[in-house]
Nanobody, 117 residues
Framework: QVQLVESGGGLVQPAGPLSLSCAAS????????MSWYRQAPGKEREWVAG????????NYADSVKGRFTISRDIAKNTVYLQMNSLKPEDTAVYYC??????????WGLGTLVTVSS
């Protein structure tokens, strides 16, 4: 059974850090491009960061560049999103996505990040 399970969300103060994890099962992330998306209240889902198959170049949305870092641990079949210098506008549900060149497209259920004092 294919699953992506996000964890690590919660309440954090502005300027603080938070680390999200996305544990994959039922497939191997090394064969997929992995990304994080987010959806803020009342807004459309937006792409945040992406990591192609191993060896590719990571990419970030301009709004998070220099603050967020996407990484993966192939042995643990897990993708991470390290978020630093968080801002209230980073408040959103964060989703993990796995996409294969042959069209397979998997999503997790999301984890809520709230940045507030």
């Amino acid at each position: 059974q294919v699953q992506l399970v996000e964890s690590g969300g919660g309440l954090v103060q502005p300027a603080g850090p938070l680390s999200l994890s996305c544990a994959a099962s039922g497939f191997t992330i090394s064969r997929f491009g992995m990304s994080w998306y987010r959806q803020a209240p009342g807004k459309e889902r937006e792409w945040v960061a992406g990591m192609p198959i191993p060896g590719g170049v990571t990419n970030y949305a301009d709004s998070v560049k220099g603050r967020f870092t996407i990484s993966r641990d192939i042995a643990k079949n897990t993708v991470y999103l390290q978020m630093n210098s968080l801002k209230p506008e980073d408040t959103a549900v964060y989703y993990c996505n796995a996409r294969h060149v042959f069209g397979l497209d998997y999503w997790g259920l999301g984890t809520l990040v709230t940045v507030s004092s």
